[in-house]
């Protein structure tokens, strides 16, 4: 198995594509009986990517962030890239799960990044299904993988507009399960009001200090409380939406990179390519090419 090694203590494993679909954004998994992956029982590892895993029925445990979750019947688990997992041996479990990239989430054109399960406020990671909702989900989750069985033109397209419905679904039964729980802390409010500031002003302020400055507080209080929240560093916070959006605009515009530059705050074209380049390992006019070749 590949392995992208952030953190030499703790490895962080990349989506990897099947042998049938070669599908580098998004995968479907499907388990009848035996446990997947039993090579990763007991070893700490990331996900560079979003997973959601339906469990019908099955036994087992595992961890994510020093948090137990025990495998429960018609319960949905959701990851999201980053956090540290720990999984324990587990008998038999009969499941369904779907992976995808932050770059497929962004990709969409509606905003299924701000969804509550994607934004996961209140840092919970399992929904309990009533019966009712078992049989929508698990729906959702046979249409999905009936269209990723089926390569072509308009599978992507049709794969986004099945997990739209599945995210949109689930995160409302996320608001439902968790609206009054009471440990949303001052720092998880505040780590909120952070990324809804940068969704506002990303295309003109790239700093740290600039949105310390929008929330009233010292931009070394903030920096604390986004990595404490997140994991990552605030700084990343901002370039990870700048990329987003320059994703957005080389897939689904024909902007030239000079006015796409410009459009998100860059005041040098060079620059922002030296930036997405940095961020992403290919250049702007690459990534457009790569993508097209994807989706078109």
Same mark, same amino acid.
């Given at each position: 198995?590949?392995?992208?090694? $952030?953190?030499?203590?703790?490895?962080?494993?990349?989506?990897?594509?099947? =042998?049938?679909?070669?599908?580098?954004?998004? *995968?479907? /998994?499907?388990? =009848?009986?035996?446990?997947?992956?039993?090579?990763?029982?007991?070893?700490?590892?990331?996900?560079?990517?979003?997973?959601?895993?339906?469990?019908? *029925?099955?036994?087992?445990?595992?961890?994510?962030?020093?948090?137990? /979750?025990?495998?429960?019947?018609?319960?949905? /688990?959701?990851?999201?890239?980053?956090?540290?997992?720990?999984?324990?041996?587990?008998?038999?479990?009969?499941?369904?799960?779907? $992976?995808?990239?932050?770059?497929?989430?962004?990709? #969409?054109?509606?905003?299924?990044?701000?969804?509550?399960?994607?934004?996961?406020?209140?840092?919970?990671? !399992?929904? #309990?299904?009533?019966?009712?909702?078992?049989?929508?989900?698990?729906?959702?989750?046979?249409?999905?993988?009936?269209?990723?069985?089926?390569?072509?033109?308009?599978?992507? *397209?049709?794969?986004?507009?099945?997990?739209?419905?599945?995210?949109?679904?689930?995160?409302?039964?996320?608001?439902?399960?968790?609206? +009054?729980?009471?440990?949303?802390?001052?720092?998880?409010?505040?780590? !909120? #009001?952070?990324?809804?500031?940068?969704?506002?002003?990303?295309?003109?302020?790239?700093?740290?200090?600039?949105?310390?400055?929008?929330?009233?507080?010292?931009?070394?209080?903030?920096?604390?409380?986004?990595?404490? #929240?997140?994991?990552?560093?605030?700084?990343?916070?901002?370039?990870?939406?700048?990329?987003?959006?320059? *994703?957005?605009?080389?897939?689904?515009?024909?902007?030239?990179?000079?006015?796409?530059?410009?459009?998100?705050?860059?005041?040098?074209?060079?620059?922002?390519?030296?930036?997405?380049?940095? +961020?992403?390992?290919?250049?702007?006019?690459?990534?457009?090419?790569?993508?097209?070749?994807?989706?078109?």
């Amino acid at each position: 198995m590949q392995v992208i090694q $952030a953190n030499p203590a703790i490895p962080v494993l990349p989506l990897e594509p099947d =042998e049938i679909t070669g599908n580098k954004q998004f *995968r479907v /998994y499907n388990y =009848e009986g035996n446990f997947p992956n039993p090579a990763e029982f007991l070893i700490p590892h990331r996900k560079d990517h979003y997973l959601l895993v339906f469990v019908k *029925r099955g036994t087992g445990r595992h961890w994510v962030d020093m948090t137990p /979750y025990v495998l429960k019947k018609n319960a949905l /688990y959701f990851l999201r890239p980053g956090q540290i997992i720990v999984k324990e041996e587990a008998k038999q479990v009969w499941s369904t799960g779907v $992976a995808f990239t932050p770059e497929f989430l962004s990709l #969409q054109n509606v905003s299924l990044s701000t969804l509550p399960l994607i934004q996961n406020y209140h840092n919970r990671h !399992a929904l #309990q299904l009533t019966p009712a909702d078992a049989v929508v989900v698990e729906d959702t989750l046979q249409k999905i993988r009936t269209e990723y069985l089926l390569p072509g033109e308009w599978q992507q *397209r049709m794969l986004a507009a099945h997990l739209t419905v599945l995210l949109t679904y689930l995160s409302r039964l996320y608001t439902e399960q968790f609206q +009054e729980d009471d440990t949303v802390t001052i720092d998880k409010q505040l780590f !909120a #009001q952070f990324q809804a500031k940068i969704n506002e002003r990303f295309q003109q302020l790239h700093e740290v200090s600039d949105y310390a400055s929008l929330l009233n507080i010292s931009a070394g209080h903030l920096s604390e409380v986004v990595k404490g #929240q997140s994991g990552k560093p605030a700084i990343k916070h901002i370039h990870d939406r700048l990329v987003m959006e320059a *994703r957005r605009m080389l897939v689904h515009t024909n902007h030239p990179l000079k006015e796409i530059a410009f459009g998100l705050g860059f005041s040098d074209a060079s620059y922002f390519n030296r930036f997405f380049k940095r +961020e992403t390992g290919v250049t702007p006019a690459g990534y457009r090419t790569n993508i097209r070749k994807m989706y078109h």
